[in-house]
């Protein structure tokens, strides 16, 4: 899956977890946190959403280095997992 497919899907699973956010509007090289008001377990649930619908699990280690969109499409697209 490349990574404008990874997008598409984390636009599905955004707007599951997060409906009031425009995803749209998400600028996917600045933090989120700067952009949206999305706290820690919304993020905990748009990953766990990402493990089921697309079979990526996302480390907690990880979980600092994947500040902006463009930071997780790029992680997911890189897994070898993945799929639609």
Not at 52 to 58: A, S
Not at 62 to 71: H, N, P, T, Y
């Amino acid at each position: 899956m490349n990574k404008d497919e990874v997008i598409a899907e984390l636009a599905k699973i955004f707007y599951q977890i997060t409906p009031e956010i425009e995803f749209k509007k998400i600028n996917p090289t600045i933090p989120l946190r700067d952009q949206v008001e999305i706290d820690s377990l919304d993020f905990y649930r748009i990953l766990a959403e990402v493990k089921k619908n697309l079979n990526v699990f996302v480390p907690d280690s990880k979980f600092r280095d994947l500040k902006s969109l463009d930071d997780l499409a790029s992680f997911i697209s890189g897994q070898p997992n993945h799929h639609l």
